[in-house]
């Protein structure tokens, strides 16, 4: 009994640390799901497991009674459950564009952690952590060094105010000298004479935002600008 305990412990002690790891990734990139959040998926879900494991042979076998179940019942449910909770952490910005899958995949990786831990396999378990450290922090900071040019740039959402139709090829080509390459616009109308220019670019990643509003603010028939949306 007090090996069987003292196993238990070892094994919530082990996916509680990793389920750490995986959380203070996201908590240093201030997500909403962090710290605290993935440690209880991993606890949980090596609880679950366990529970899912020993319950399993715990009940009576003989002629008369023979009840059999799953040992990995419980943990199979985890794995589609978890699902409602990655969901809520998804959000749909107002430039269509989609954020937090990261962070709902990150926590379907640490209840895959604990429920590893809690059927005994402590060494995929850590390999597993080490390698989602290094495809979310590691590879896409190598590649955005030496790869593609997709890979090295940032996205920036832009707004202009404008008061002359006739400025707007000159705003163009003005983003284009500066290097700010234009993946989607949007051109309003607004009261008056005012025209707004909603502007999706991408820049260099080791570019800064600031410097990208210096140059756009100081375009010719730019009264107004707002940039944000950073990726």
Known sequence: MVHMELDVLIKLGISAILGMIIGLERELKRKPVGLKTSLVISIVSCLLTIVSIESAYKFPHNDQI?????????????VSGIGFLGAGVILRRGNDTISGLTTAALIWGAAGVGIAVGAGYFAEALAGVALLIISVEIIPFFFSLVGPRQLRQKEININLRVDDKSKFDSIIEAFEQQKITIRKIHIEDLKGDEHLIR????????????????????MEGVKRTEIGGLQ
């Open 66 to 78: 023979n009840i059999t179940m799953d040992p990995l019942r419980l943990a199979a449910q985890i």
């Open 199 to 218: 502007l999706l670019v991408t820049v260099d990643f080791r570019r800064n935002i600031t410097d990208v509003y210096y140059k756009v603010s100081s």
